[in-house]
């Protein structure tokens, strides 16, 4: 017997042999993820399927080592479990520790490993869809929460000479920007409330837009329209429609991206960790856009 999924264009079935990926969230209904990677899987005729799974906060731990029990493949993390998970797998990758967030499990020779692709997926996004170097640059962060703390991280990685982190709230910025000084002692490192006066657009290589700030339509701008200018380049983690601010760096002739670029690229590498294959990316990115 076999069943044919839904959304998993290529006519994805579910098998005995099915080897099952899985998505951690509560909500998860909301999530594009299960389209993105079915597509990727059924594009390289692999026998995996992806399914998501609503999983109440205090159920979490029961979930993930269900995970294990179950002989599933991983697993993605999404909103609200990213930092706790952290306490209920067997290893942490560099980056995961590094950014105190886990987006990717992979259940591997018995052990559960978390990673987080978030911080490579939002700079090879980054650098594919501005055209703009990370290496010498100062940026300003929006934002001081799990998305902020994975771009913050790239930005480190990636040879950035200064990042201003700039938060509705002070003092989590503050946490943030000394957490990260602690392992980057050759970057220059500042923290802004959101509402202050922020340091000329003229003093960056580029912001990046790392609040919720945008998700629900008809969300202001984080930043005002003036701010932009120079050359500054514009990066919003929220995908979808574009944001006010988007649409502000637009009429200012800024280059700008939205952030279905990322949200394509960690979960190209997530794909990887899982299968051990190279993912087709466009595939993704057109399920996606579909
Ligand atoms: P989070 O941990 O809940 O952090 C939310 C951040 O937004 C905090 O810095 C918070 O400031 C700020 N914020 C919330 N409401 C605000 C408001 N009204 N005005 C100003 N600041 C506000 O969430 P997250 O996981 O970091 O996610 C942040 C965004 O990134 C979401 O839109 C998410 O969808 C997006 N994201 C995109 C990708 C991708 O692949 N493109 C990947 C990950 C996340 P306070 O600290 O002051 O509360």
Known sequence: MTARLRGSPGGLQVRGATRVVGLLGYPVRHSRSPEMHNAAFAALGLDFC???????PDAL???????????????????PHKELVISYVDELSPEARLIGAVNTIHHHRGRL????TDATGFLRAFREDTGVAVRGGRFLVLGAGGAARAVVAALALGGARGV?????SLPKARRLVA?????????DWSAVALSGELPSSRSFRGVIQATSVGMAPGDPSPLPATWLGGSVAVYDLVYGAPTALLRAAK??????AGGLGMLVHQGALAFTIWTGRRAPV?????????
Do not use: E, Q, S, W
């Not at 993930?64 to 599933?72: C, I, P, Y």
């Not at 201003?164 to 509705?168: E, G, I, L, Q």
């Not at 957490?179 to 970057?187: K, P």
């Open 50 to 56: 992806y399914v998501p799974f609503a999983v109440p």
């Open 61 to 79: 731990k029961a979930a993930v080592r269900g995970l294990a029990a179950l002989g599933v493949v991983g697993a993605n993390v999404t909103i």
């Open 113 to 116: 490993i978390g990673y987080n």
């Open 164 to 168: 201003t982190v700039a938060n509705r």
């Open 179 to 187: 957490r990260f000084r602690r392992a980057f002692t050759r970057l």
């Open 251 to 256: 009429t200012r002739g800024v280059p700008h």
């Open 282 to 290: 466009d595939v993704m990115r057109a399920a996606l856009l579909a």
